[in-house]
């Protein structure tokens, strides 16, 4: 079977997964990659590519138990598996190939 | 089916949608996380509701769409792991499909009866279509945010001078002070339009020009799209004193319209630099402004949102007496107009205290309006007034398309008991119901939208001439997804009484019994809903009647002369080569000879200003006895003519004189003064001979009091609406502009004689172009066209309304004929008449209306109150309407009930008695 490429989204909640380091529900994602990007994202896009990736089994998710405080609820944590750690290097080194020697470019218009 | 999540109440409709459409194993945490987001993005009102909804169509369509290809075979294999939602998964699909099941259902039952899906379709669309149509104008015209950046933080300065109205016009010192003063970002500042004209290739044509200050458009966030904006320097005011060799200096500048660009150069893009011949002075071009831009201002600040050339104005810091500079401010970040506007009012006070002899007695205030709101504020009455309109004609489709449902409900008592008793729940039986509701409201929808689309072209054909903004109005997205919800309202409306009462227990057991108590359940429940549309119906009638009285006593206004075969034109001279009053007076007379001259012409002369062109000048008088003290408050229009002008314009002459040359030679001090200045002033005595004071800035001087010559009728000048300021005429030569409105009597077509007045007038050597030739009566029906726009309008609103009641009547009545064919046939048999039956069953319709009636007239006592702009000589409880009105919504209720009912009388007493 043929490895579908990471979306452009799915990879964004990745990379924002890893960074928040055990603290990533649904609400700090978006706000991580809107913070980090600087730009709006859908927020339904965030929960279809969660959604996604823990079917392809690249994310896994883990309740836990909700807050003790009044109005607390149960969360929805989500954690990186290694498929797809291995998955984001797969695409680093990808994309760094394709920009191998490009820099000059970059350097020309700034 | 659990819906907990619900009961939280601000999500309600948004998070029923979304606990639907999301996957059900996920559902309850993205609603908790939504609900966090919805707190962090913090706030309630308006964009919190927005922000809502946007997410809610977002989650769920993206989710369906999401869904559909996880189950599409074709790519399963790239979705292989379904894991924990896959039962729950085969529960939602189940249901899913039962929707879909059900929709399949409702087009076989539609297609089974096209008749009748057509009724509903029609009846729906004829309430949706109107509404589609009247929210494209709110659109357009309200809700769109002005083109400018950030439009919500700019805003008008407008002047209050002791009640009089709100004038939209600054000094130019007074905007030096605002900007330098007020926490306002940045204040900038427009003149009024001015009429010029330019001489390209050896053709002349008249354009409308604009003073800006530099930082004008910059405040708006608008940029030339070819060349640069004016700079500060250019801006400056010159320096008085010696301006000899410092004008010199300085080429005089002017950025292009779009229109003019395209027109006059062909959209060159070499245009930068080139210069642009205004006869008496050239210009060079230093820019184009992008395609479409318009300055937008409110009513009466006489500036045209096509203006063509826009130069620099220079604010000169000594000005302070003259308020004539349209001024814009833009309120600082996070500062709200209210705190903009208190602080406007501050300074404003402490300029009266720092510069008393400007502001002697002037009680002037500031004020701040917002630029959108101040644009629209002659229009929203009439566009809300409309929306209420549309909305009722929508409330009377549903109720009628309810009430046909409801009626079609009976063929299918068999099939609902036969369902209900295979197990179909309530639940199942009032979604079926609504899907056919729905599937009629949406073909309503699509129906609509090409009715709005249709009625849209003779809305705008029929504009009245004061609606800003209009090119603005079309059908897109927004207006599309307005629809949609209209329409799922409506099937909401339509559907929900119907479908509670098919699934009624009641009725189902009742049909278990094979009895037929059902039918007149639903005949109590359709006579309630003919009783709301009446009463609505007869709101929208009084409505449109008051407006048709307002129209009528509109235009038999006295306007105290006659429009009809007068034309109106304004002929401008060259202001440097006619630079003497005397050589503008000789000019202009001569013309005035010569017009007179041209066959056909019956009488000519000339006016400071156009009549009814809603333009004033206004000045305080006193008179003789109160001379020796201040002005005492009096307030009179003013207006400079030729010798001829009542005559011209057929304004009778009621004592003394018209002007004459002699009076115009030399500065002579006299007047004409209309028959209420005369009233009021010498009520018992002959005005003629008697003295009048004036303070207004013509070569008049100050204190010198003018002789009253003559008396004439009064006559509308401002507008048709507007009534009494008294009116004071001047010989032309104490106001002698060179600008003056031409007023041509002819017989026949008033238009004939313009093509040889303009040929005369460059005999002459005016130097300038006759522009603005207007028939006089267009003025008077531009006039009419504002109230004509709401009156056709509503017309056909409550005209709708009327067809729409006549037949839910007719319908009902037929429906209760028909469930009383029986009872009839036994009436028949023991001896009643045919006329007795007749009578019983129209007595049904008159009742129902009867019941409605009351209902509607407290209604309409509740909100006629909105349409108190719009009328004209009529009250807003004008007791004509409210009784004449009621009376023929009776006469149509009876009407409609008499066919059925006739029909009823006829029926054969055998059929009927075998009717079961």
């Not at chain 1, 996604?52 to 109005?71: C, D, F, I, T, Y």
């Not at chain 2, 008008?156 to 709100?166: A, I, K, M, T």
């Not at chain 2, 020796?628 to 003519?641: C, E, I, K, Q």
């Not at chain 2, 023991?830 to 007795?836: F, T, Y």
Request: charged share 20%; aromatic share 6%.
């Amino acid at each position: 079977m043929s490895r579908e490429a990471l979306g452009e989204v799915e990879e964004l909640v990745l990379l924002a997964i890893l960074r928040l380091d055990g603290e990533a529900y649904g609400v700090p994602i978006v706000e991580e990659i809107e913070k980090r990007t600087d730009r709006q994202i859908a927020r339904a896009a965030v929960y279809v590519a969660l959604r996604r990736l823990r079917q392809k089994g690249l994310v896994s998710a883990s309740m836990a138990a909700p807050e003790p405080v009044p109005g607390g609820r149960a969360k929805r944590y989500f954690r990186v598996e290694p498929a797809g750690i291995e998955r984001l290097a797969e695409s680093r080194s990808a994309l760094l190939s394709m920009w191998d020697g490009l820099q000059p470019l970059l350097d020309k218009r700034s | 089916m659990t819906m907990h999540a619900s009961k939280r109440a601000p999500w309600s409709l948004s998070r029923w949608i979304l606990w639907r459409t999301l996957p059900v194993d996920e559902r309850e945490e993205i609603l908790n996380d939504l609900d966090e987001a919805a707190v962090r993005f913090g706030g309630r009102g308006p964009r919190a509701w927005l922000w809502r909804w946007r997410q809610t169509l977002s989650f769920s369509a993206r989710f369906i769409v999401e869904r559909a290809s996880e189950r599409s075979p074709h790519l399963a294999n790239t979705h292989t792991s379904r894991g924990a939602s896959f039962a729950p998964q085969k529960r939602k699909e189940r249901l899913m499909s039962g929707w879909w099941k059900d929709f399949g259902f409702a087009v076989r039952q539609l297609l089974r009866k096209p008749g009748f899906s057509a009724v509903v379709v029609l009846t729906l669309a004829l309430g949706i279509g109107p509404n589609t149509a009247i929210f494209t104008v709110v659109n357009g015209v309200l809700l769109e945010p002005l083109p400018y950046e950030r439009p919500e933080e700019l805003a008008l300065f407008r002047v209050d001078l002791s009640g009089l109205e709100r004038h939209p016009g600054l000094a130019q010192a007074e905007v030096i002070d605002f900007r330098a003063a007020s926490t306002l970002s940045d204040v900038g500042a427009v003149s009024r339009e001015i009429s010029t004209s330019i001489t390209t290739e050896g053709n002349m044509q008249a354009i409308l020009a604009a003073q800006v200050t530099p930082n004008l458009f910059p405040l708006l966030g608008v940029e030339p799209m070819i060349g640069r904006n004016f700079t500060a320097e250019e801006g400056a005011p010159r320096i008085s004193g010696e301006d000899g060799e410092q004008e010199e200096e300085r080429v005089p500048i002017g950025i292009i319209s779009y229109a003019l660009w395209q027109q006059r150069y062909g959209g060159d893009r070499e245009i930068l630099g080139k210069t642009l011949d205004l006869g008496s002075q050239s210009l060079q071009i230093v820019g184009v402004m992008p395609d479409g831009f318009q300055l937008l201002l409110g009513p009466g600040t006489s500036l045209s949102p096509d203006i063509d050339l826009w130069i620099p104005l220079p604010l000169d810091p000594d000005h302070r007496s003259f308020w004539a500079i349209r001024t814009i401010g833009r309120l600082a970040p996070g500062r709200s107009l209210r705190e903009a506007q208190a602080e406007v009012e501050l300074i404003g006070q402490q300029m009266v205290e720092e510069h008393p002899e400007n502001y002697e007695n002037s009680g002037i205030r500031f004020y701040l309006h917002p630029l959108h709101g101040d644009l629209v504020q002659n229009v929203r009455p009439a566009i809300f007034s409309l929306l209420g309109a549309v909305g009722l004609v929508l409330l009377i489709a549903c109720t009628n398309a309810a009430s046909l449902l409801l009626a079609s409900m009976r063929s299918r008592e068999k099939e609902l008991a036969v369902r209900t008793a295979l197990g179909a729940g309530r639940g199942r039986i009032i979604r079926q119901v609504m899907s056919e509701s729905l599937l009629l409201a949406l073909m309503a929808s699509i129906l609509g939208i090409f009715l709005a689309a249709f009625g849209l072209e003779t809305l705008l054909a029929l504009q009245p001439a004061g609606l800003p903004r209009a090119d603005n109005i079309r059908l897109d997205a927004t207006v599309l997804l307005f629809t949609l919800a209209g329409a799922f309202v409506a099937a909401l409306a339509a559907g929900i009484i119907p479908a509670w009462k098919a699934s009624s227990p009641e009725v189902q057991e009742s049909l278990k019994e094979g009895r037929r108590h059902g039918g007149s359940v639903r005949g109590r429940t359709r006579s309630a809903l003919v009783v709301a549309e009446v009463a609505f119906s007869l709101v929208l009638l009084i409505g449109a009647g008051l407006l048709i009285r307002s129209f009528i006593s509109l235009s038999r206004v006295d306007l105290g002369f006659d429009p009809e075969g007068v034309v109106t034109m304004r002929v401008p001279l060259d202001y440097e080569r006619f630079n003497t009053p005397e050589s503008r007076w000789d000019t202009y007379t001569k013309l005035q000879d010569r017009i007179g001259a041209l066959p056909g012409v019956v009488a000519t002369a000339g006016i400071s200003l156009v009549p009814l062109g809603n333009q004033g000048m206004m000045a305080s008088y006193s008179y003789e006895g109160s001379l020796d003290t201040d002005w005492n408050g009096l307030s009179a229009d003013y207006r400079f003519v030729l010798p001829g002008y009542f005559e011209s314009m057929g304004i009778r002459l009621m004592a003394g004189r018209d002007f004459e040359a002699r009076d115009n030679q030399k500065i002579v001090p006299v007047a004409i003064v209309d028959v209420t200045l005369a009233n009021e002033v010498w009520p018992d005595e002959d005005p003629i001979g008697k003295w009048l004071g004036l303070g207004l800035g013509s070569a008049l001087e100050e204190d010198q009091p003018v002789e009253i010559v003559g008396v004439v009728e009064h006559s509308r000048i401002i507008n048709v609406r507007e009534v009494v300021r008294p009116q004071i005429y001047l010989p032309y030569r104490l106001g002698p502009a060179a600008d003056l409105v031409f007023t041509v009597r002819s017989e026949g077509d008033p238009l004939a004689p313009v093509a040889a007045i303009r040929e005369e007038a460059e005999l002459l050597g005016t130097g300038r172009p006759i522009h603005s030739v207007r028939a006089m009566d267009s003025y008077v029906a531009a006039a009419l066209g504002d109230t004509r726009f709401t009156l056709v309008l509503m017309g056909i609103l409550a005209a709708i309304a009327l067809i729409l009641s006549t037949v839910g009547i007719y319908s009902v009545i037929t429906y209760l004929v028909r469930d009383r064919l029986h009872e009839t046939g036994i009436r028949l048999a023991l001896g009643a008449s045919q006329g007795e039956i007749v009578r019983m069953n129209l007595r049904e319709g008159f009742v129902l209306a009867l019941v409605g009636l009351p209902i509607g007239l407290l209604g309409a006592l509740l909100l006629t109150g909105f349409l108190d702009s719009l009328l004209y000589g009529v009250g807003s409880t004008d007791p004509l309407t409210f009784a004449g009105i009621p009376i023929l919504l009776l006469a149509v209720a009876l009407l409609a009930s008499y066919v059925p009912a006739r029909r009823a009388g006829r029926v054969d007493p055998l059929v009927a008695l075998r009717d079961e």
